[in-house]
């Protein structure tokens, strides 16, 4: 399957998780892939996955807080592949705490890490957008936490509805110019960070449990559910489609 056959993407914290699935997918489906974020070896063992199954990637270390590294990063992706087409705003950070428990150095770093790194990635990649002749920007937001909310989410809810309303205006900005903005809301999705988060609880499995009570579909998302919905808004099958938060929850925000 060639669906993104002749694109060129880059995608922010391409080393794990959603990351790493959209670029492997991107790169199945036919997508050159510059691969952003902060620590080379991961993005290098994913590269040489992509290369091993006859694609094309580069990887690219950056850190998507900081304006000149972004910059940086998204130049020599565009003078490596010679165009820039998609851009996946995956990186991001979670903090569990309450506006009281939560510090200002922490909130500064998750909308940081969360909703600045989507703004500068966006900004920065607008200009090679334009001479490619228009593009796909996807950001990454959350169901549960940006959609709606669940408790001990403050600055974590705060970045992701940011995200949403970073999608829908810049999606109004940029749609003469053929460049469609659109985010994807997840809820809970299986990855290495969540696995982490609920083996620290004292009862892993009850704690499972109940999560899952709150999803009609009873499973959490998979990288991979992520990474299908990210291949078809990269693709031409979806180049009427801008500004749109697309839940992908199993029905969480159904209920």
């Known amino acids: 399957m060639t669906r993104l056959a002749g694109k060129i993407a880059f ?43 006859g694609g ?36 991001g950070a979670l903090l569990v705490a309450t506006a009281e428990c939560t510090s200002d150095e ?28 228009g593009g796909s920007i996807i950001n990454l937001s959350s169901s549960s936490s940006g959609i709606v909310s669940m408790k001990q989410r403050v600055a974590y809810s705060s970045s992701k509805a940011g995200v ?4 829908h205006a810049m999606a109004m900005d940029h749609a003469a110019e053929g460049i469609r903005v659109n985010v994807i809301c997840p809820a809970l999705v299986e990855t290495e960070m969540v696995r982490d988060i609920y083996a620290s609880h004292p009862d892993p499995a009850a704690a499972v449990r109940a999560r899952l009570t709150t999803i009609p579909m009873g499973r959490f998302g998979r990288v991979e559910d992520v990474a299908h919905l990210a291949v078809y808004l990269a693709s031409d ?15 969480l925000t159904a209920t």
């Open 237 to 251: 099958e979806s180049s009427w489609m801008t500004g749109v938060a697309l839940p992908l929850d199993g029905g």
């Open 106 to 133: 922490e909130w500064q770093r998750i909308l940081a890490a969360n909703l600045t790194s989507a703004f500068l990635v966006s900004r920065a990649a607008l200009g090679p957008l334009r001479r490619a002749g």
């Open 164 to 167: 949403i309303g970073l999608t």
């Open 56 to 91: 094309n990637a580069i990887p690219l270390p950056c850190d998507v807080t900081v304006r000149s590294d972004v910059e940086r990063a998204l130049s020599s992706a565009e003078l490596h592949f010679d165009r820039l087409n998609c851009i996946v705003n995956n990186a």
């Open 11 to 53: 995608i922010t914290g391409a080393g794990s998780g959603i990351g790493r699935a959209c670029a492997v997918a991107f790169a199945r489906e036919g997508a050159g892939v510059a691969l952003a974020g902060r620590r080379l070896a991961p993005l290098e063992s994913v590269a040489e996955e992509i290369r091993a199954g």
